[in-house]
């Protein structure tokens, strides 16, 4: 089976005045289709970094990321804006939800920024309905939960079709049985659908239903 995600020898250094930071050493990892991962380590440990670069907002010093066999720290600056919008889906910290666009309305966004031409509101739709947010679609992000907003989050990030999830910390501001609920979420749309799916994390508790975990 053909790797979605490659990633081989990521290294990356920054100068601080007369001293050079290794956060990354010779990094390598792949990731097959339908695989959900965790990169596991704590505050400091250099995870975020990593999800970074795998998604083409920071560039390695040295090392290779290759996304469906394309490097993408080969790519033009708009085509990696191209290819983060139309193949990366991106979960943060926090839903990072637009505070005055509903449950709907943030799908939507997504939409038309990918130039979806048919079917926006049917598709936003259907992937509310599929992850129990019917009735909420036309609610606030502050008339909402914090599991609730993690879960239009992990639609928002569906809602472009990625081959690739990245979620940082998507868990942090939950509680640690509604956190659990939005991984196990995530894990089996990755299994369903078929992409690959990384997920940023420091707590060991939430890497039950991963198919591998990477210690930094």
């Keep these: 089976m053909k790797n979605i995600l490659e990633l081989e020898n990521i290294n990356k250094k920054y100068e601080q005045g ?33 999800l970074s670069i795998i998604g083409a907002l920071t560039n390695p010093t040295a090392g290779e990321v290759r996304l469906n066999g394309r490097n993408v720290h080969y790519l033009s600056k708009k085509e990696q804006t191209n290819l983060r919008l ?45 992850l129990g947010l019917t009735d909420r679609s036309s609610h606030y992000p502050e008339q909402l939960s914090g599991g609730e907003q993690q879960r239009v989050a992990i639609a928002r990030a569906l809602m472009n079709q990625p081959n690739l999830i990245l979620a940082d910390e998507p868990t942090a501001s939950l ?5 659990k609920s939005v991984v196990n979420l995530l894990a089996n ?9 990384i997920m940023v994390t ?15």
Aim: charged share 25%; proline share 3%; hydrophobic share 35%.
């Design 86 to 130: 139309e193949e990366i889906g991106f979960i943060f910290q926090g839903a990072n939800l637009v505070p005055f666009l509903t449950v709907e309305e943030q799908l939507q966004l997504i939409g038309k920024l990918i130039h979806q031409k048919n079917q926006i509101t049917k598709y936003a739709e259907d992937l509310l309905a599929h």
């Design 175 to 179: 509680d640690r049985d509604r956190g």
């Design 202 to 216: 420091h707590d060991e508790a939430m890497i039950e239903n991963c198919d591998w975990v990477y210690q930094m």
């Design 189 to 197: 749309e990755t299994r369903k659908r078929n992409i690959a799916a």
């Design 18 to 50: 007369s001293e050079t930071i290794t956060v990354l050493d010779d990094v390598s990892m792949s990731v097959k289709p339908g695989e959900f991962g965790a990169i596991l380590g704590p505050s400091g440990s250099g995870k975020s970094t990593l």
